[in-house]
């Protein structure tokens, strides 16, 4: 499978709203509900944010919610704040029990 | 709350097998709601889902295409943990490798601290 399409970086300023992309194609995002997105601070490892496309794990901020419209999956952070500096992945279901993630995006918090 | 603490070596040559092994505390190899993933990352190819192990009444593995022919991934019921093998490696293997808990329903919930592994002569 080719890896799910994301922007290489996007800004925002403190409190203001950011939405990160996630394409792929009817075979993996835009075939089943399953997209996840994590977040990862340098060094550290990636942890869960968002799961099945907009479900928030415990501990999650509301502040961060997720949405799919066809092969697209979103993220968006809304009051952004300084500590959400940091790369978001995408990882969807691919079919045949296999998952495919993308190339990360970096947030740049002004 | 689950807790998955890895090891293994950091350096292996070239053409060798890598070989690591994660330990789970908090929750069951053995569960019939989990499911025990392999994932690694690299500069060059970011984050790649390179398999699981699971079981429902008898074991189960999934293996990436990309990887199929040279990994194994196993449990160890005694010692409530599941190992990556990935033979024959190159430098292209180069990359931290994470063991990651985690379902098609909830995500990749749980990850260990992440081993970088070097794969040079």
């Known amino acids: 499978q080719s890896a799910l399409t994301q922007p290489r970086s996007v800004s925002g300023s403190p409190g203001q709203s950011v939405t990160f992309s996630c394409t792929g194609t009817?075979?993996?995002?835009?075939?089943?509900?399953?997209v996840s997105w994590y977040q990862q601070h340098p060094g550290k490892a990636p942890k869960l944010m968002i799961y099945?496309?907009?479900k928030r794990p415990s501990g999650v901020p509301d502040r961060f919610s997720g949405s799919k419209s066809g092969n697209t999956a979103s993220l968006t952070i809304s009051g952004l704040q300084a500590e959400d500096e940091a790369d978001y992945y995408c990882?969807?279901?691919?079919?045949?029990?296999?998952?495919?993630f993308g190339g990360g995006t970096k947030l740049t918090v002004l | 709350q689950v807790q998955l603490q890895q090891s293994g070596p950091g350096l292996v040559k070239p053409s060798q097998t890598l070989s690591l092994t994660c330990a789970i505390s908090?929750?069951?190899?053995?569960?019939?709601?989990?499911?025990w993933n392999w994932i690694r990352q690299s500069p060059s190819r970011g984050l790649e889902w390179l398999g699981r192990?699971?079981?429902?009444?008898?074991?189960?593995?999934d293996y990436a295409v990309s990887v199929k022919s040279r990994i194994t991934i196993n449990p160890d019921t005694s010692k409530n943990q599941f190992s990556l093998q990935l033979n024959s490696v190159t430098p292209e293997d180069t990359a931290v490798y994470y063991c990651?808990?985690?379902?098609?329903?909830?995500?990749?919930?749980?990850w260990g601290q992440g081993t970088l592994v070097t794969v040079s002569s």
């Open positions: 990651v808990s985690g379902t098609l329903g909830r995500g990749f919930d749980y």
């Open positions: 908090g929750d069951s190899v053995s569960s019939n709601s989990g499911a």
């Open positions: 192990t699971y079981y429902r009444s008898q074991w189960y593995t």
């Open positions: 009817s075979s993996d995002v835009g075939g089943n509900n399953y």
């Open positions: 099945a496309v907009s």
């Open positions: 990882c969807s279901y691919a079919g045949s029990n296999t998952w495919v």
